[in-house]
């Protein structure tokens, strides 16, 4: 729902657009709107105040107003506590917009969403290179089961068979959690599955996430962008591919 004004709102720049020779259209995510377009006047010319502060990936606070679908940005401020990532950390920052700009629906508000993308996006920008991939797989789990579209990690989806530790499943975009096949190239076993349904139950299931081995995974990483990509309903992420360019190269 359109609201009139919004004011010192917690936000993240997604994505922006060319509006004009001197605005932009931002896609921003809101703690508590969820994804909203803004405009940006005059943030193009040298003398804008906003200019310097409208940066991806950035802890910003954001006041808006109007009552169209396009909204009115009316004053923004760096909130601060760590820089803009780099390298690696920063393509997998655009991944993460990426995923939220095909994910949610605007005005939708998912403020769990906000609260793991936060800390992963601070995560990213603190260097810490071997925590890289945990973050995002704990990420993606998160995302997908805060959307309703992870299925339970302790049962077989159509049967709702227990997982058995010993016995290996795989996640299949179109049925969900099942016994592995002999053709299936990556599943995890039931243990690995039910200590990471475990974790995701926990106060705190960022952290939780972030230290187990699971999470380091290759078979995990790709059921995982399977059945993001399935959901996203694209071939490839182009951050994604854009990834996959440079380690190639």
């Not at 780099?86 to 655009?94: I, N």
């Not at 099942?178 to 076993?189: C, I, N, P, W």
């Not at 994604?240 to 190639?248: A, P, S, T, V």
Request: charged letters at 20%; one cysteine or more.
């Amino acid at each position: 729902m359109a609201t009139k004004r919004i004011g010192d709102e917690p936000a993240y720049v997604l994505h922006h657009y060319d509006w004009s020779e001197s605005s932009l259209i931002l896609e921003m995510f809101t703690r508590h709107a969820g994804r909203v377009a803004l405009v940006a006047k005059g943030v193009k010319k040298p003398s804008s105040s906003f200019r310097p502060v409208l940066l991806p990936l950035q802890p910003l606070r954001v006041s808006y107003g109007g009552d169209a679908d396009i909204r009115t940005l009316k004053s923004v401020d760096w909130v601060g506590g760590h820089v803009m990532p780099t390298g690696e950390a920063l393509l997998s920052g655009y991944y993460l917009n990426e995923l939220l700009m095909r994910l949610l629906a605007r005005d939708d508000p998912h403020e769990r969403v906000f609260d793991i993308y936060a800390p992963t996006v601070a995560l990213l920008a603190s260097g810490q290179n071997s925590l890289l991939q945990p973050a995002l797989r704990a990420f993606e789990l998160l995302l997908l089961r805060e959307l309703g579209l992870l299925p339970t990690l302790d049962a077989q989806t159509l049967s709702l068979h227990a997982l058995q530790p010993e016995q290996a499943y795989a996640l299949v975009p179109e049925v969900g959690l099942r016994r592995a096949a002999t053709d299936d190239r990556y599943h995890l076993s039931g243990a690995q599955w039910l200590a990471l349904n475990e974790a995701m139950s926990e106060g705190q299931p960022l952290t939780a996430l972030w230290t187990l081995p699971e999470l380091a995974s290759s078979a995990l990483r790709v059921m995982l962008r399977q059945l993001l990509t399935y959901h996203c309903g694209v071939g490839a992420l182009k951050t994604r591919q854009i990834m996959l360019d440079l380690q190639n190269l």
